[in-house]
């Protein structure tokens, strides 16, 4: 029987690519597909591979071109791919190239753009509770799925240090992560979503503007300014999932990655939670 179509590659390749001037920061997050087609339909029709790249190489390639194109725009970027490819393995006669971006836009903070703060395009929702009897009511605002990040001024050490540590400190890390935040009043403010923005923008501020020695800690203060800042509010709870960037071992290609080409997961993550309130 004939085969008729066959392609093959490496889905979900997931790189994060960051600039680094100065104090300026700029991150390129991409998810990729690449699929090739050629003189692999032995591999299918006779069990013969001798000519079939794998796919882990196709993983491996795009990392070693994001290290080398760390400022290309997307469509530049899958250009640099596929030229590697084509230019590599001669029995490649086609490629596909699909990638979706994660687009971060830069935060301004006391009404300038920062340098390495930035929030996710299309973020997260808004999010209210009221639990009303005829004795009571408890109203609760907040976020759910707001998803912020900062490329430095975050950082990982001295925690347990035992047979099951792998995880080595770390002082310069990206911090982000997708936050449900719900606050609880004691009282109305003059204007409920002037005073929404006005929590976010103290969440961001503290958040963007200190260092931040875990998100426990970068948790905890950013909720006492909030609390600090309006009166109107009992209590902020958190639940701030690790959103990780790991740093990828470019070594084996005789490359360095100064803090500049990242793999993202978001699976297994980080779950950090906690209840700050006024007494």
Known sequence: ???????????????MRLTR???????REMNLSVLMKGAFDEAWTSANNK??????????ICNVVAAQNLSLDKEQFAEAIAETFLRTYPQIEELEI????T??????????PHGHVFTLDGNGFGYVKLVASRGRAILQSGLRGFTFMKTTQSGWVDFVDDQYRTLPDASDRIAATAMDA???WTSSPEDYAATNESVLGTLIEVFGTTYSYSVQDSMYRMGEAVLAAIPEIADIRFAMPN?????INLAPFGLDNPGTVFLPTDEPHGQIEATISRG
């Not at 085969?3 to 889905?11: C, E, F, V």
């Not at 699909?98 to 971006?101: L, N």
């Not at 959103?243 to 740093?247: A, C, G, N, Q, T």
């Open 51 to 60: 000519a079939c790249v794998a796919t882990d190489s196709v993983k491996n």
């Open 1 to 15: 029987m004939p085969l008729t179509a066959s392609r093959y590659g490496k889905g979900r390749v997931r790189v």
């Open 243 to 247: 959103k990780h960037y790991i740093p």
């Open 21 to 27: 001037d100065g104090n300026h920061h700029t991150p």
């Open 103 to 112: 687009r971060w836009l830069r935060q301004s903070i006391a009404g300038s």
């Open 98 to 101: 699909e990638g979706k971006e």
């Open 182 to 184: 719900t606050w609880t």
